[in-house]
T-cell receptor, first 113, second 114 residues
Framework: AQSVTQPDIHITVSEGASLELRCNYS??????LFWYVQSPGQGLQLLLK??????LVQGIKGFEAEFKRSQSSFNLRKPSVHWSDAAEYFCAALTGTASKLTFGTGTRLQVTL | DGGITQSPKYLFRKEGQNVTLSCEQNLNHDAMYWYRQDPGQGLRLIYYSQIVNDFQKGDIAEGYSVSREKKESFPLTVTSAQKNPTAFYLC?????????????FGDGTRLSIL
């Protein structure tokens, strides 16, 4: 079955430290891939998306993600985390012939000062 | 500014009562979606619609109903058949349902049981 896995439920990093959030997908073909961020009590905001081409995708707020076909991964990174980055992050996948996004269970990021 | 408006922000349901959550978008998007969010479970698709007057069940449609009479509107009714309705409900829309376009989300409605 098609699925998206975020193995880390909760991550804590210090402000200014680098960040990597993991995402793995299980699909027959390479899906469209997305990262969203959600602040408490809010909707989801799109950070970045991968359709094809360059494997390193730049997004908003200084985030980037690297697509690795051999590892079926699409990890989100940020070189230096700010306290305002504390939120929940969701990886999601969409196949070309389907209309449904499949979400991972999310990773909650805590930033310590 | 274009966007998705969900109302109300908080909603309370009595036992045996149906309640309707509103979702309106002015992005001129064809496709609209309803998700349910529970802690630790991510988002699960309830219903989606790719065009006016047509909609499909998602993964957890039981106890819910929708309509799509206008392109801008996709209301969700939580019926009394939904035995565990307490959750955060998110509405989303996208340009077209099957072209890989990203979905844009509203700010959600939190439904609780009295």
């Amino acid at each position: 079955a098609q699925s998206v896995t975020q193995p880390d439920i909760h991550i804590t990093v210090s402000e200014g430290a680098s960040l990597e959030l993991r995402c793995n997908y299980s699909y027959g073909a390479t899906p469209y891939l997305f990262w969203y961020v959600q602040s408490p009590g809010q909707g989801l905001q799109l950070l970045l998306k991968y359709f094809s081409g360059d494997t390193l995708v730049q997004g908003i707020k200084g985030f980037e993600a690297e697509f690795k076909r051999s590892q079926s991964s699409f990890n989100l990174r940020k070189p230096s985390v700010h306290w305002s980055d504390a939120a929940e992050y969701f990886c999601a996948a969409l196949t070309g012939t389907a209309s449904k996004l499949t979400f991972g269970t999310g990773t909650r990021l805590q930033v310590t000062l | 500014d274009g966007g998705i408006t969900q109302s109300p922000k908080y909603l309370f349901r009595k036992e045996g009562q149906n309640v309707t959550l509103s979702c309106e978008q002015n992005l001129n998007h064809d496709a609209m979606y309803w998700y349910r969010q529970d802690p630790g479970q991510g988002l699960r698709l309830i219903y989606y619609s790719q065009i006016v007057n047509d909609f499909q069940k998602g993964d957890i449609a039981e106890g819910y109903s929708v309509s799509r009479e206008k392109k801008e509107s996709f209301p969700l009714t939580v019926t009394s058949a939904q035995k565990n309705p307490t959750a955060f409900y998110l509405c989303a829309s996208s340009i077209a349902g099957s072209s890989g376009q990203p979905q844009h989300f509203g700010d959600g409605t939190r439904l609780s049981i009295l």
